[in-house]
């Protein structure tokens, strides 16, 4: 057999483990955001703030959809690292085809319904009328190509449970060089508008699920997996019930957060196009904050999933402090470029003198953001990689519903502080899962045999 691109994390060095693993997820998820920051870029240059308030708006929608797959497919990644720990590799096979075929269905299912009723969704959000008809072009060719982004979920999910990180990298990285020049031809070139920008983003990530599921089958012997193509489409109850137990708590999590922060978009869209223009900005710099963070949250999940199921307790620890390390250097780094360059950085997005305007209120809202992520990485990779779907729900009632909606109203409308209220509220609520996983950590009940 030739060389196995499994990785086994359940000895050796674990820093360097996890640079390794997380290095090519945080690349990936750069270049993801580089696509959409890619679409604002050219848009706002195109089509000035309307441009930039539909995209942000638009995007808001269907990266709800989005985050209900990240949620399903990182269940998914834990469930796979789970069965490599414990020794139970001919397990993968049928949860692969399971997995496969739940979020197929799914992804089918939530952008018809999201399609129906895009109209009534934008009204909802507070789109601008002057961004309405552009951010209803944007969602709808977004919608329309969401099993690609499904699927693309699915097949990185099964790779990075494997600890393969690299190959989803390679494909996403050729997907985001297609992602740039389509937008130049459909926005720039063909007047295509927010709808161009989307069309561009469909089509990439169209190209990254089929480059990057053809190589898994093509190459499904370094991953020592006996699977067929036709086998893909087939449900084992017991298996799905398992996806479903973990994947809810982790898409309500996901979801409940964005579900929040449509909420609060839709508070701030009503402030003004300046406003709501900027709210993209804003996004594009939280994701930006997210992403150090998330790429170690998931590398640790998998290591972690690895090591519970092998009972190793001790390299558990050890994972999760090694990631707050990190993530906590990177959090301070941040907030050092975004106080000392922040007319240059909005500058990328706009030169609207009102948008940068807003944009300098809210540097203090970026810094506790960036420190916000530090904090909950390490503890949602235990969370995450424990399996424990009743933390997990609890981690998505606290954090994505009651903190996160309640602060913002607290500070954006009882205490009249407006936008930067609402933006004030959304930061400190991502410091919840710190908390909730401070004490689930403390319990000792992440050791607790997982089902299986």
């Known amino acids: 057999m030739e060389k196995s691109h499994i990785k086994d994390f ?24 580089v696509y959409n920051m890619v679409d604002m870029m050219i848009v706002g240059q195109k089509l000035g703030k309307v441009g930039l308030s539909a995209v942000s708006v638009g995007g808001d929608v269907t990266n709800f959809l989005t985050f209900l797959a990240m949620g399903f ?6 469930i796979i690292s789970q069965y490599l720990g414990a020794g139970q590799r001919e397990k993968i096979p049928r949860f692969i085809s399971t997995m496969f075929s739940f979020l197929m269905l799914l992804a089918v299912g939530a952008s018809g319904i999201c399609l129906v009723l895009r109209e009534p969704i934008m009204h909802a959000m507070n789109t601008p009328k002057e961004a309405f008809s552009e951010a209803i072009a944007y969602a709808t060719v977004s919608m329309l190509g969401m099993v690609f982004i499904y699927g693309y979920n699915i097949v990185s999910a099964v ?37 161009g920008a989307a069309l561009a983003t469909v089509i990439s990530q169209g190209s990254s699920f089929v480059g990057c599921g053809t190589y898994m089958m093509h190459h499904k012997e370094h991953y020592e997996l006996k699977i067929k193509v036709t086998e893909l489409f087939y449900i084992d109850k017991g298996m799905l ?5 973990l994947g809810i708590p982790m898409a ?6 964005h579900v929040s922060k449509l909420f609060v978009n839709s508070w701030i869209n009503s402030y003004g196009v300046a406003v709501s223009a900027f709210a993209g900005i804003a996004n594009k710099i939280g994701s930006t ?26 390299r558990v620890k050890g994972i999760m402090f090694a990631v707050f390390r990190i993530t906590v250097s990177t959090a301070i780094l941040f907030s050092v470029v975004m106080y000392g360059f922040p007319r240059q950085i909005f500058s990328f997005f706009t030169k609207d003198v009102e948008v940068i305007k807003v944009g300098m209120t809210y540097l203090p809202i970026a810094v506790l953001m960036f420190f916000g992520s530090a904090a909950r990485s390490g503890m949602n990779a235990l969370i995450n990689g424990s399996g424990n779907y009743r933390v997990n729900f609890a981690t998505a009632i606290f954090d994505g519903i009651i903190m996160r909606i309640g602060l913002a109203v607290l500070f954006g409308l009882t205490l009249h502080m407006k936008a930067i209220g609402f933006w004030l509220g959304d930061a400190l609520a991502g410091f919840t899962p710190f908390w909730i996983g401070m004490v689930f950590y403390i319990s000792g009940k992440w050791k607790t045999e997982v089902e299986r």
Request: glycine fraction near 8%; aromatic fraction near 6%.
């Open 252 to 257: 309500i999590k996901n979801a409940s957060v």
């Open 289 to 314: 904050a997210n992403l150090v963070s998330n790429s170690f949250n998931a590398a640790g999940s998998s290591m972690v999933g690895q090591n519970i199921g092998a009972k190793k307790y001790e």
């Open 10 to 33: 359940t000895q050796g060095n674990i820093t360097k483990q996890l640079i390794m693993f997380a290095t090519p997820l945080f690349l990936s998820s750069l270049l993801q955001i």
């Open 73 to 78: 497919s990182n269940a998914g990644q834990v």
């Open 159 to 195: 790779l990075r449970g494997m600890g393969d990180s690299i190959r989803p990298f390679i494909f996403i990285s050729i997907a985001a060089v297609l992602n740039t020049i389509l937008d130049i031809v459909f926005v720039m070139g063909m007047d295509m508008g927010s709808k």
């Open 241 to 245: 019930s398992r996806l479903v137990k």
